[in-house]
């Protein structure tokens, strides 16, 4: 008798344990994308089964170690390498017909990756990840993602010294070239699919904006660093207002990092306000961006697209107590503004610090403290801290995994304020939904849907209870922003319409599960 083979279910036990048997994380994320590679069903039946275990493992913080040493782990090709030699033969390598069911790219050109820097070719590590992410978080099926890595080079000397090192050996490529480049290879994916998402991850900040700004309107693309930051933000503020923070009309807003994370935050929450009722000047307004240079004021030399609408009036701080008002630093920020809200997308670890956060503790409500900055060691403050310099009032929440912290002898819980709440719902309802453009609109919808979810909505004690449901009910999650999305691009008409049931059937149907298909072995006629 032939052997019995494993069930699946047999084949993550035994997975399980042999991952649990490795001495820390980086290698069980070894480990498991070498399962990926060979099994794929595999993998994600045991990423399945304990979402909220294994996710900081398959992405933060295990993937920025990963994508510092991507080119001394790799072990068989995943994904897409195009380099800046392949120009003029982007549309050639990628009519390749193993590609012809893709529906969503994640492309990278390595330039800014998480807090980490400019890991060239390395950076490969981030959109495998994020579409593992897709698929464990929002279902998407995995053959129809294509993670590519546009390599244009590095500035990386560690990188261009290690004779290990997988990309292309040659300093970045700027300006002209460098969009030249990018447009060819958009133009490609376009005339390939033109139903695809195209996501955009870890561009260096000044090229994500602009390379968004460009294409948005042609196709179906968004930036996640941008567009999903900014949803997942302002959906856990709209949970934060239903825990007791201020309500939206009320804040004050200080951003400190105002790099493309921070601009696309300050950008959507407020198209948030002025749907709630204020004028875009009010909007505006109300955000306080804090950069390298200090305060971002009109004048300043240096002010980015992204930054401009929010830029505070040169004079601010003429009757502010200031050291130099030219260069007014955050913690005179903090003094003079006493925001309801501080959010950091600096990468700065320990920004944060009890001197800095003190005038949010002087506010009769409680203040909300994002610290979204990864990996880990980036964060501006740890939540430990938070609650202790704020007397245990502030709404916290980071961008990477904390533990429930204990304070005053109550647990409390520490929300991810991570993009994986957002960007698997917008990968399946660009799938199931027939969506041609992403607008601001839809990351809108998105977010409201995610506060919608909130277990401190109805929480009887709602200082201890989470803004954001569990990463374990990430799935769910993901269908009621898919659902959102695509109702808010019905109306913006950039989405066929539909009968609910017909919207659901479709999500249902786009759905992929971790499962051993039956097949039958077939007789070849000679």
């Given at each position: 008798?032939?052997?019995?083979?494993?069930?699946?279910?047999?084949?993550?036990?035994?997975?399980?344990?042999?991952?649990?048997?490795?001495?820390?994380?980086?290698?069980?994320?070894?480990?498991?994308?070498?399962?990926?590679?060979?099994?794929?069903?595999?993998?994600?039946?045991?990423?399945?089964?304990?979402?909220?275990?294994?996710?900081?493992?398959?992405?933060?913080?295990?993937?920025?170690?990963?994508?510092?040493?991507?080119?001394?782990?790799?072990?068989?090709?995943?994904?897409?390498?195009?380099?800046?030699?392949?120009?003029?033969?982007?549309?050639?390598?990628?009519?390749?017909?193993?590609?012809?069911?893709?529906?969503?790219?994640?492309?990278?050109?390595?330039?800014?990756?998480?807090?980490?820097?400019?890991?060239?070719?390395?950076?490969?590590?981030?959109?495998?990840?994020?579409?593992?992410?897709?698929?464990?978080c929002g279902g998407l099926d995995p053959a129809r993602a294509l993670p590519v890595l546009l390599d244009v080079g590095t500035d990386n000397t560690t990188l261009l010294e290690d004779p290990e090192y997988i990309g292309w050996r040659h300093e970045r490529v700027r300006g002209t070239?460098?969009?030249?480049?990018?447009?060819?290879?958009?133009?490609?994916?376009?005339?390939?699919?033109?139903?695809?998402?195209?996501?955009?991850?870890?561009?260096?900040?000044?090229?994500?904006?602009?390379?968004?700004?460009?294409?948005?309107?042609?196709?179906?693309?968004?930036?996640?660093?941008?567009?999903?930051?900014?949803?997942?933000?302002?959906?856990?503020?709209?949970?934060?207002?239903?825990?007791?923070?201020?309500?939206?009309?009320?804040?004050?807003?200080?951003?400190?990092?105002?790099?493309?994370?921070?601009?696309?935050?300050?950008?959507?929450?407020?198209?948030?306000?002025?749907?709630?009722?204020?004028?875009?000047?009010?909007?505006?307004?109300?955000?306080?961006?804090?950069?390298?240079?200090?305060?971002?004021?009109?004048?300043?030399?240096?002010?980015?697209?992204?930054?401009?609408?929010?830029?505070?009036?040169?004079?601010?701080?003429?009757?502010?107590?200031?050291?130099?008002?030219?260069?007014?630093?955050?913690?005179?920020?903090?003094?003079?503004?006493?925001?309801?809200?501080?959010?950091?997308?600096?990468?700065?670890?320990?920004?944060?610090?009890?001197?800095?956060?003190?005038?949010?503790?002087?506010?009769?409500?409680?203040?909300?403290?994002?610290?979204?900055?990864?990996?880990t060691a980036n964060i501006e403050a740890t939540p430990a801290d938070l609650l202790d310099w704020t007397e245990g009032r502030a709404i916290i929440g980071t961008g990477g995994p904390f533990a429930p912290v204990d304070h005053d002898g109550r647990s409390r819980p520490v929300d991810?304020?991570?993009?994986?709440?957002?960007?698997?719902?917008?990968?399946?309802?660009?799938?199931?939904?027939?969506?041609?453009?992403?607008?601001?609109?839809?990351?809108?919808?998105?977010?409201?849907?995610?506060?919608?979810?909130?277990?401190?909505?109805?929480?009887?004690?709602?200082?201890?209870?989470?803004?954001?449901?569990?990463?374990?009910?990430?799935?769910?999650?993901?269908?009621?922003?898919?659902?959102?999305?695509?109702?808010?691009?019905?109306?913006?008409?950039?989405?066929?319409?539909?009968?609910?049931?017909?919207?659901?059937?479709?999500?249902?149907?786009?759905?992929?599960?971790?499962?051993?298909?039956?097949?039958?072995?077939?007789?070849?006629?000679?």
């Open positions: 008798m032939p052997a019995r083979v494993a069930t699946l279910e047999e084949q993550v036990d035994l997975a399980r344990a042999r991952l649990a048997a490795l001495p820390d994380n980086f290698s069980r994320h070894i480990a498991l994308r070498e399962i990926q590679d060979r099994n794929e069903t595999l993998f994600y039946a045991i990423i399945d089964q304990a979402l909220e275990a294994w996710l900081p493992i398959i992405y933060t913080p295990a993937i920025g170690r990963a994508c510092r040493e991507f080119s001394h782990i790799w072990t068989r090709p995943r994904g897409l390498f195009l380099t800046y030699a392949d120009r003029g033969r982007i549309a050639e390598i990628l009519s390749d017909p193993q590609w012809d069911g893709v529906r969503v790219i994640v492309a990278s050109d390595g330039g800014s990756i998480l807090g980490i820097g400019d890991q060239g070719a390395n950076g490969m590590g981030i959109p495998i990840g994020k579409l593992s992410l897709y698929t464990a070239d460098y969009d030249a480049f990018i447009a060819e290879f958009v133009a490609a994916v376009n005339a390939r699919w033109p139903n695809i998402a195209l996501h955009w991850e870890d561009l260096s900040g000044a090229d994500a904006l602009r390379i968004l700004r460009r294409y948005r309107d042609g196709m179906c693309t968004y930036n996640d660093d941008i567009q999903g930051t900014a949803g997942v933000t302002a959906g856990a503020l709209l949970a934060a207002i239903r825990a007791g923070a201020a309500p939206l009309s009320d804040q004050r807003i200080v951003i400190f990092g105002a790099g493309g994370a921070g601009c696309g935050i300050a950008d959507l929450l407020a198209q948030m306000m002025v749907a709630d009722g204020m004028t875009p000047d009010e909007a505006n307004r109300r955000f306080f961006m804090v950069d390298i240079d200090g305060l971002v004021r009109d004048g300043m030399d240096g002010v980015t697209e992204g930054q401009r609408p929010f830029v505070q009036p040169a004079d601010i701080a003429a009757t502010w107590n200031v050291a130099d008002p030219a260069h007014v630093t955050l913690a005179e920020v903090m003094e003079n503004v006493h925001p309801t809200m501080l959010i950091g997308t600096s990468g700065q670890g320990g920004a944060f610090t009890r001197d800095i956060v003190a005038p949010m503790v002087r506010q009769s409500v409680r203040p909300v403290i994002f610290a979204l900055s990864n990996p991810q304020i991570n993009n994986s709440y957002v960007f698997p719902g917008v990968g399946l309802a660009v799938v199931a939904g027939g969506i041609t453009r992403m607008t601001d609109g839809m990351f809108l919808a998105a977010a409201h849907a995610l506060a919608g979810l909130s277990p401190a909505a109805g929480a009887d004690d709602r200082t201890t209870a989470p803004l954001l449901p569990p990463v374990s009910e990430l799935r769910t999650v993901a269908m009621a922003v898919a659902r959102a999305v695509i109702r808010q691009g019905q109306v913006e008409g950039v989405a066929p319409q539909a009968s609910p049931e017909t919207l659901e059937a479709a999500l249902k149907d786009a759905v992929w599960t971790a499962c051993y298909r039956p097949y039958e072995k077939a007789q070849i006629s000679r």
